[in-house]
Every structure is written in C-alpha cells, then in structure tokens.
C-alpha cells in the first residue's frame, strides 16, 4: 500500500464591512473583511480542508461545527494546528502544501512571505514545502466583483514506511 495520500480543499468567504481581512493568518489592509464564524481565514480553512481530506477525517465543520460558540471568532491559526495535531495523532506527516487564494483585491503579493512563514510554523515545516499563490478572475465572477474570496489548496501527506 503507497505511503503517500493526497487531499484537496476549498472554502470561500464573503467580503463585507466591519470585519478584518485576515488571510494566512496575516492581516491585509483592506476596506471589507471576511464574514465567518471564525476569523474567516479562508485560505487557512482550505488548508485545513485539504489535510483532513487526504487524512479521511472529514471536514472543519465536522470538527469545529458553526453552531458551537466556542469557535466564534477563533484564530483559524488554532484550528490548523488542531488539525496539524490530529494527523500526527493518526501517523500522518506532511509532505507538502501548495494554495491558490482567488480574489481580485487586495493584492497579495506583499504578504505572500509572512503567510508561508504562518502556515510552515503551523504545519511544522520548512518554508520550502509551503507555496502559496494568488490570482484574479479577470474581474469574472463573485471573487471579480469583489463580494467574496476563495481559497483552494492541495496537500501530500505521507506515513513513516
Ligand atoms: N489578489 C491578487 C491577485 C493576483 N496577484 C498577483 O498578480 C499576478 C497576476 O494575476 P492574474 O490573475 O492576472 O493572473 C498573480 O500571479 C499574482 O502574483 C496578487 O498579488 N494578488
Ligand atoms: C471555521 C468554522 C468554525 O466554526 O466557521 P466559519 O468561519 O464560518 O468558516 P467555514 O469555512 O464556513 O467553516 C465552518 C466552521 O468550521
């Protein structure tokens, strides 16, 4: 049996006024921020979508359910290093993540490098084996409109042969 399992997630938030606009655990200067339960880290809950999922664990909201107020407002940083936990809990480690946030504004680009750097520390890795990537939709779409911004993102995860 191959060691190596692969998982794929993907999540999307509304862009509304009064909220912050964390992605990666970074916040982003922008006049609109992500709607949730949580802190809305939508690219952090397409993560952890992609670890439970190669994991057969389910998904975040059978872990951290929206009905239940001890999540309201949580740091998704917590409930990626929960699930970080629950795969290492399993046998599983690792291997790699690579996610694409998907929105038109704000750009990116600038704090690129200090999401990478939150999601290794949260996942127990190397820089290198974190990528993150952003694109537009060409204005096409919700994500063009600028209502909401989605996340996707596939993992590798492996155990010890
Ligand atoms: N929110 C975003 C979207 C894109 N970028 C960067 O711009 C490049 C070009 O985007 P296209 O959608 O025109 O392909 C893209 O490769 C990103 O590097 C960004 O920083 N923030
Ligand atoms: C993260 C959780 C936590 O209650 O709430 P939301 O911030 O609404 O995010 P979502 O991506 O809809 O996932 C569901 C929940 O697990």
């Given at each position: 049996m191959t060691p190596f399992r692969i998982g794929?997630?993907?999540?999307?938030?509304a862009l509304v006024?009064?909220?912050d606009c964390i992605i990666g655990?970074?916040?982003?200067?922008?006049?609109?921020?992500?709607?949730g339960h949580s802190d809305a880290d939508v690219l952090l809950h397409a993560?952890?979508?992609?670890?439970?999922?190669?994991?057969?664990?389910?998904?975040?909201?059978?872990?951290?359910?929206p009905t239940d107020m001890r999540y309201?407002?949580?740091?998704?940083?917590?409930?990626?290093?929960?699930v970080v936990g629950l795969l290492q809990q399993k046998g599983f480690s690792i291997g790699n993540v690579d996610a694409t946030v998907i929105c038109e504004a704000p750009r990116l680009g600038p704090h690129i490098q200090s999401i990478r750097e939150n999601i290794a520390s949260d996942c127990q890795l190397a820089i290198d084996f974190i990528n993150v990537k952003a694109t537009t939709t060409e204005k096409l779409g919700f994500t063009g409109r600028g209502e909401g911004i989605a996340a996707e993102a596939v993992v590798l995860i492996y155990t010890q042969v």
């Open positions: 794929h997630g993907f999540d999307v938030h006024s009064g909220r655990g970074v916040h982003i200067p922008h006049p609109l921020g992500l709607d993560i952890c979508d992609a670890l439970l999922g190669a994991a057969a664990l389910g998904d975040i909201g059978k872990h951290f359910p309201k407002g949580i740091d998704s940083r917590e409930l990626l290093r929960h």
